[in-house]
């Protein structure tokens, strides 16, 4: 098989020359350390609960409840997903920055884990509980257990995006740059927002909009494998997260944005326009 065509194939990865993710999933973990999921998670509302919908290969795969109703299905494509390495899942938790990730000693008790029926639960075998160190085992979710980000999280991740400045106005272009220095903030993610559409457009030829460009893109990107499938995988995710809560919101309505939204804001267009980039090379 081709590595392009194995979804879960992560390349290099914390360390490792190599990694295989051995499922299926909408999204795969990115990133060097917390940093990555954090930025991932604080681009949904302030509000938003993720639910665990999956574990595997010391990862669980999350799904933004951005409506607050039943998920029926949590594994549909038409939903948000982030996924995260159980190691930067603890960081957040031990630093404070993510809440809902709490002891449930009754499932290890019964050596319950993620993805045994009800046969298997009930058998008393011993617990397997994440593969993962003693540490680590202790936090765990019991079925229907929530997540989500706290205000302290979203103050760290704005202090880590903040040292980042001069990178940030120079991969956001002139004009942009130019709008943020001057204060106007909704103003400079409305253009970046129109950049990032405008140069996608070109890239496929087409006029499309919103949801239906960024199928193209995607499927475009999955076509040429010139990147990984996993990464394109997680790409989707954070591009229609782009659109819909940023795009969306700011082309269609008169909003103010404080500097440390608009730091935020810039910074996820321009993650979603250096997989641009890279399909250009």
């Known amino acids: ?30 990133g060097d350390d917390f940093y990555t999921p954090l930025l991932q998670m604080t681009a949904f509302p302030p509000d938003t ?25 949590p ?21 404070g920055m993510a809440e809902g990730v709490e002891k449930d000693r009754r499932r290890e008790d019964y050596g319950w884990r993620w993805g045994q029926d009800e046969e298997e639960e009930n058998s008393g075998s011993e617990p397997d509980f994440l593969n993962a160190d003693d540490e ?4 765990v979710w019991a079925t229907g257990n929530r997540l989500w980000i706290t205000y302290s999280g979203r103050n760290a991740l704005l202090t880590e995006l903040r040292k980042s400045e001069a990178e940030l106005h120079k991969d956001a272009g002139e004009r942009v740059s ?3 220095k001057l204060g106007y903030y909704d103003t400079a993610i409305r253009e970046a927002c129109v950049q990032l559409e405008d140069e996608i457009k070109k890239y496929l030829n087409v006029e499309l909009y919103g949801k239906k460009l960024t199928e193209k893109f995607v499927a475009q990107l999955l076509k ?5 499938e996993s990464y394109v995988r997680t790409f989707r995710q954070e591009l229609r997260t782009v659109f819909k809560f940023i795009r969306n919101d700011f082309m269609h309505n008169l909003r ?19 997989m641009l980039d890279l399909a250009r090379q």
């Open 136 to 139: 680590l085992r202790a936090y």
């Open 224 to 228: 040429e494998k010139k990147i990984l």
């Open 1 to 30: 098989m081709d590595m392009f065509e194995h979804p879960g194939n992560l390349g290099a990865v914390r360390g490792t020359l190599w990694s295989i993710h051995h499922a299926t999933w909408s999204a795969y973990p990115q």
């Open 178 to 180: 130019n709008l943020f």
């Open 256 to 274: 103010e944005a404080d500097e440390a939204a608009a730091y935020a804001m810039l910074f996820r267009i321009t993650r979603a326009r250096s």
């Open 75 to 95: 594994y549909d494509e038409r939903h948000f997903h982030v996924a995260i390495w159980y190691e930067d899942l603890r960081e957040l938790r031990t630093k």
């Open 49 to 73: 609960e993720f639910v665990v919908v999956d574990d595997i290969d010391q990862s669980f795969l999350l799904v933004a409840d951005v409506e607050k109703k039943k998920l029926d299905n």
